[in-house]
């Protein structure tokens, strides 16, 4: 059975404080791990899809990076807007199955 | 504009009374999936389909249904609520199912079973 563990639950930062955000899954065959951003009271949204190890991707301040079997969300610099809930989620080889982790709740103190 | 849409919003109802939650999609994508989202629990899938008439079990299947007769619609059944299935829900659609296929959610739906 896929796993996806997502660290801290939460993580208060000052603006301008950098830091860092893990994901760390099993998965019987990754097709893809994903992150997305999640406001209060909305759906998800997309942020970055990665396949291989040693892959990253950026995004403002945003990026994200991806080993055998950890993913970690960089964010330099963060800003207020940057508030919101973090989730990361595997797709595995059964290409509809997708296992999402319980998110990283960020507050951005100005 | 590309998206999709979830009716109704929000919806308070009794045990054992069915429901249809809809679900529709106006970018020709091939997948859809729903989720039910719990506090501490995360999302977790409920059913997805990879094609029109093709539908599969995720991983929290029980006491729902779904049907995918066209394209783009894709409503989850609740034949016989009950309280435990209370939870926030989101329908969500993605072009396909490979690695830089990433899924479009939907605003979600709020529902309350007393």
């Known amino acids: 059975e896929d796993q996806v563990t997502q660290s801290p639950e939460a993580l208060r930062l000052q603006e301008g404080e950098s830091s860092s955000l893990n994901c760390s899954y099993t998965?019987?065959?990754?097709?893809?791990l994903f992150w997305y951003r999640q406001d209060p009271g909305k759906g998800p949204e997309f942020l970055f899809t990665?396949?291989?190890a040693g892959e990253e991707k950026e995004k403002e301040r945003l990026k994200a990076t991806l080993t055998k079997k950890e993913s970690f969300l960089h964010i330099t610099a963060p800003k207020p807007e940057d508030s919101a809930t973090y989730l990361c989620?595997?797709?595995?080889?059964?290409?509809?199955?997708?296992?999402f982790g319980d998110g990283t709740t960020l507050t951005v103190k100005p | 504009e590309a998206q999709v849409t979830q009716n109704p919003r929000y919806l308070i109802t009794v045990t054992g009374k069915k429901l249809t939650v809809t679900c529709s999609q106006n970018?020709?994508?091939?997948?859809m999936s729903w989720y039910r989202q719990d506090p501490g629990l995360g999302l977790r899938q409920i059913y997805y389909?990879?094609?029109?008439?093709?539908?599969d079990k995720g991983d929290v299947p029980e006491g729902y249904k779904v049907s995918r007769k066209e394209k783009r619609n894709f409503p989850l059944i609740l034949e016989s609520p009950s309280p435990n299935q209370t939870s926030l829900y989101f329908c969500?659609?993605?072009?396909?199912?490979?690695?830089?296929?990433?899924?479009?959610f939907g605003p979600g739906t709020r529902l309350t079973v007393t």
């Open positions: 998965v019987s065959g990754l097709r893809g």
């Open positions: 970018m020709n994508h091939e997948y």
């Open positions: 990665l396949y291989s």
């Open positions: 389909s990879m094609n029109v008439e093709v539908t």
């Open positions: 969500a659609s993605s072009a396909g199912t490979g690695y830089h296929h990433e899924q479009y």
């Open positions: 989620a595997v797709r595995n080889t059964n290409a509809g199955k997708s296992t």
